[in-house]
């Protein structure tokens, strides 16, 4: 069965550097997610990508933030200055756009010290 | 009052019962309703999926969706050990890419 599939599992940083999390979606699928979960918080949405253009995003996907396909399997999220509060579980997720549904990878750790 | 409300547990039930799990909302305009379970440090897995009102089954689990009194339940029966994990309603608008996630219920299954 097709997933998604994120990298790395843990990823373990300084404040202030950049981060690169990466994901690869389900192959047919044509609308690409992050969201993110803090310890303990709920799941939050972060933003939706779509015909390689930002089709929404949260108030938590400030300039900080960016998101790119760089071809055709990889979808990627940039923090370019990373805080402490930015430590959480980071999901992609992917889905096929006609019934709305969408399918999570296994996340990333993201730790800032 | 909070967007989507769900109570976190935990809830701890016998191996075989049939387990009853809700949430409720505020959001009149949600059409889209799905159940997602995760694992300890894993990510939400797509149980069910419910556009608008009505039930839906799927094996051992059935979604129901009240769009007048906002509730929503996901019945599990015959439960099992292995069911044990984080319960994570979520909600849609048609026309919004974000899924809105409830807190999550953390559910034990008892051997």
């Known amino acids: 069965e097709p997933e998604v599939t994120q990298t790395p599992s843990h990823q373990v940083t300084q404040m202030g550097q950049e981060v690169i999390l990466r994901c690869v979606p389900i192959?047919?699928?044509?609308?690409f997610y992050w969201y993110r979960q803090i310890l303990g918080q709920k799941v939050e949405f972060l933003v939706s990508?779509?015909?390689?253009?930002?089709?929404?995003k949260s108030e938590i996907f400030d300039d900080q933030f960016s998101v790119e396909r760089p071809d055709g399997s990889n979808f990627t999220l940039k923090i370019r200055s990373t805080k402490l509060e930015d430590s959480a579980m980071y999901f992609c997720?992917?889905?096929?756009?006609?019934?709305?549904?969408?399918?999570f990878g296994p996340g990333t750790r993201l730790t800032v010290l | 009052q909070k967007e989507v409300e769900q109570d976190p547990g935990p809830l701890s039930v016998p191996e075989g019962a049939i387990v009853s799990l809700n949430c409720t909302y505020s959001?009149?305009?949600?059409?889209?309703f799905m159940w997602y379970r995760q694992y300890s440090r894993k990510g939400p897995e797509l149980l069910m999926y419910?556009?608008?009102?009505g039930n839906k089954e799927d094996g051992r689990f059935t979604a129901q969706v009240d769009k007048s009194s906002k509730y929503i339940s996901l019945f599990i029966r015959d439960s099992q050990p292995s069911d044990s994990a984080t319960y994570l309603c979520?909600?849609?608008?048609?026309?919004?890419?974000?899924?809105?996630f409830g807190k999550g219920t953390r559910l034990h299954i008892l051997p």
């Open positions: 959001n009149s305009a949600f059409q889209y």
């Open positions: 990508f779509y015909n390689n253009e930002i089709s929404e």
């Open positions: 419910t556009y608008s009102s």
């Open positions: 997720a992917s889905g096929d756009g006609g019934s709305g549904t969408q399918y």
């Open positions: 192959s047919n699928h044509l609308y």
């Open positions: 979520a909600m849609k608008v048609n026309r919004d890419d974000k899924i809105i």
